[in-house]
């Protein structure tokens, strides 16, 4: 690989130190039901993997807006939150006309990190179809740059999901 690509890519998420830290956890699961519909399945009436990602990202936007924060207005602040890091584990497959839950939690902020756990559960809960990990970082987008840490506003409604 040629020194001008490596340089156009993203350092590792374990490459950003924040000055000054904040750690926090939770054990709280914000909860978004959907419905399996044709637009998200095969030509089998399977899901398709990457509806299961299409999910867990309007499970994370409804988390978020449910505790103040409209990623709307985070973009407004020139903030975005970039998944930098994907992890998943299929279980179960899901059909059209399923009923799934989708169960999200930030586990941890380090600073301007944010990690995520998934959980897709069948309707009555009594299976579990994907788990999943995600990591985003706070990014200013008017530079395209990782942010050094994040903006008062964001740090104060994140803090409350922790």
């Not at 584990?89 to 586990?107: D, F, N, P, S």
């Not at 999943?132 to 740059?145: F, M, N, S």
């Amino acid at each position: 690989m040629s020194s001008l690509q490596e340089s156009n890519q993203l350092p590792p998420t374990t490459a950003i130190t924040p000055k000054t830290p904040l750690k926090a956890t939770t054990e709280k699961w914000f909860e978004y039901s959907v419905r399996v519909q044709p637009h998200h399945t095969d030509y089998a009436g399977v899901v398709w993997h990457g509806t299961y990602i299409t999910w867990m990202e309007t499970a994370r936007v409804e988390c978020l807006r449910s505790m103040g924060m409209d990623f709307a207005e985070l973009v407004k602040l020139g903030c975005d939150l970039p998944v930098v890091e994907l992890s998943l584990r299929y279980h179960r497959v899901l059909q059209l006309g399923e009923i799934a839950i989708v169960k999200t939690r930030m586990t941890e902020m380090t600073g301007v990190r944010m990690y995520w756990d998934y959980r897709i559960e069948s309707g009555d809960r009594q299976q579990v179809h994907v788990t999943g990990k995600i990591t985003l970082v706070a990014a200013d987008r008017e530079k395209g740059k990782i942010m050094r840490q994040l903006p008062p506003a964001v740090k104060d409604i994140l803090v409350k999901l922790l």
